[in-house]
Every structure is written in C-alpha cells, then in structure tokens.
C-alpha cells in the first residue's frame, strides 16, 4: 500500500505565501514524477505543477513565476511554494505520484495515487 499525505494548507491574505508538502510512503520502488493539482468549487480539477524524475518541471500559465515546485527524493516528498497569492487561487490542493511500488506477490507494478486534499483560501 502507497499512501500521500499532503499538509500546509491555511488562510492566507493575497500576496501571502504558504508551502504545501506531500509526503509518500509505503512499498515504494521508484517514483517517476509528483504532481499538485486543484480543485476550486464547481471547477474541475486541474494541474499546477508537475516534477519528473530527472527534476524537470513543468507548471500552469496561471501560476508561472508564482509557484515552485520542489522534491526531496530521500524523504519521498514534493513541495509547492506558493508566492504572491491570488483570490483565484483559492482551492482544495490534491497531490498525485505515478510510481512503481512492490506487489504483494514479490514484483513490481505502476500505480497512480491521490492525497486526500489541503484546503488553501487566499482572502483580498
């Protein structure tokens, strides 16, 4: 079993920072990338940011020059740096690994799994 764990969520006042982290663990084998998405009421849910195995990144036009990505491979763990928030930003954070984790049975599998969300609101 994988789980993720995510924490550093809060109120903050726009223009304000927060990081998040997410931390995995479990019968972990390799993590091939960690990912933050949200989900603002009555939207879908989308993707922010995006950290690969080699430390590529990739992030939302929305959140470009705002927001960092960062992973601690030792530890399992992806972080979001969020700088200079917005009112839009406001939304429940969801962490997501795609990762190889050790079966029951004695081999390897891919498997995708979720955080269960950290609420951020950003007040004018």
């Known amino acids: 079993q994988v789980q993720l764990v995510e924490s550093g969520g809060g109120l903050v006042q726009a223009g304000g920072s927060l990081r998040l982290s997410c931390a995995a663990s479990?019968?972990?084998?390799?993590?091939?990338?960690m990912n933050w998405f949200r989900q603002a009421p009555g939207k879908q849910r989308g993707l922010v940011a995006q950290?690969?195995?080699?430390?590529?990144?990739t992030y939302a036009d929305s959140v470009k020059g705002r927001f960092t990505i960062s992973r601690d491979n030792a530890k399992n763990t992806v972080y979001l740096q969020m700088n200079s928030l917005k009112p839009e930003d406001t939304a429940v954070y969801y962490c997501?690994?795609?990762?190889?984790?050790?079966?029951?049975?004695?081999?390897?599998?891919?498997?995708?799994?979720w955080g269960r969300g950290t609420q951020v609101t950003v007040s004018s």
């Open positions: 950290i690969f195995s080699g430390d590529r990144t």
């Open positions: 997501n690994a795609d990762l190889i984790y050790y079966s029951g049975s004695g081999d390897t599998r891919k498997g995708g799994y």
């Open positions: 479990g019968s972990i084998f390799s993590i091939n990338a």
